[in-house]
């Protein structure tokens, strides 16, 4: 299998971050969801259980910031307690999943 973060001059791109951060996730002991047809739209891309604790990440390409109808459906779930990170790298999954 390629590693996608091995690529001389290449950028991870949004699949590979979310593939592998997923990844790592459940290797830390996370239940990770992957949301496709979801009847409201917008909605992060995971949800993750792990002790208790719940949330959403959305995986973006680096430097892509979240679309504006993401943005608030993010404001949305953060009213109602939810926690919502927007990544865009590897290492920034990494920290939050550790």
């Known amino acids: 299998m390629r590693d996608p973060f091995d690529r001389v001059g290449a950028v991870a791109d949004e699949s590979?971050?979310?593939?592998e951060g997923s990844k790592y996730a459940v290797r830390r002991g996370w239940f990770v969801v992957k949301l496709m047809a979801c009847s409201i739209?917008?909605?992060?891309d995971r949800l993750h259980h792990r002790k208790g604790v719940t949330m959403?990440?959305?995986y973006?390409?680096?430097g892509e910031p979240?679309?504006?109808?993401q943005i608030l459906r993010h404001k949305?779930?953060?009213?109602?307690?939810i926690t919502v990170h927007v990544?865009?790298?590897?290492?920034?999954?990494?920290?939050?999943?550790?």
Do not use: F, N
């Open 87 to 98: 990544v865009d790298s590897l290492e920034q999954a990494h920290d939050i999943l550790r």
């Open 41 to 44: 739209d917008s909605m992060p």
């Open 56 to 58: 959403y990440i959305e």
């Open 76 to 81: 949305q779930l953060r009213a109602h307690g």
């Open 60 to 62: 973006k390409k680096p």
């Open 16 to 19: 590979d971050i979310e593939t």
């Open 66 to 69: 979240a679309r504006a109808k």
